[in-house]
């Protein structure tokens, strides 16, 4: 099992970045992070949860439309962490963004294929 915990949430002005990090607290004995897809997701007051992006343990990777090109996921084998640099913020970013792991790769950043989840990291975007 995973124990997800997010971190690099923040207030951040219009155009700004931020970088996002997720591991796995409870790392010991258990099957690394590092054998696991990692997904994240965000949740706007109001608004569904929605996939942003996704890294299979081969570094195999999918974006939402919504933020191809401005954000880019990436994983640290060594240090089993999953990373979202997110550039250009807008807005309408604002949110609660999540980790996500599952056992299996898809590209449909589907919430529903994920078992294990983060408490999440609130990102505002406002000036």
């Known amino acids: 099992q995973l124990q997800l915990t997010e971190s690099g949430g923040g207030l951040v002005q219009p155009g700004g970045s931020l970088r996002l990090s997720c591991t796995d607290r409870g790392f010991t004995s258990r099957v690394p992070l590092r054998h696991y897809t990692i997904a994240w997701f965000r949740q706007a007051p109001g608004k569904d949860r929605e996939g942003v992006s996704v890294?299979?343990?081969?570094?195999?990777?999918t974006y939402a439309d919504s933020v191809k090109g401005r954000f880019a996921i990436s994983r640290d084998n060594v240090d089993n962490t999953v990373s979202l640099q997110i550039n250009s913020l807008k807005p309408e970013d604002t949110g609660i963004y999540y980790c996500?792991?599952?056992?299996?790769?898809?590209?449909?950043?589907?919430?529903?294929?994920?078992?294990?989840w983060g408490q999440g990291t609130q990102v505002t975007v406002s000036s």
């Open positions: 890294i299979s343990d081969t570094g195999r990777s």
């Open positions: 996500a792991g599952s056992s299996y790769y898809s590209e449909a950043l589907s919430a529903g294929d994920y078992a294990y």
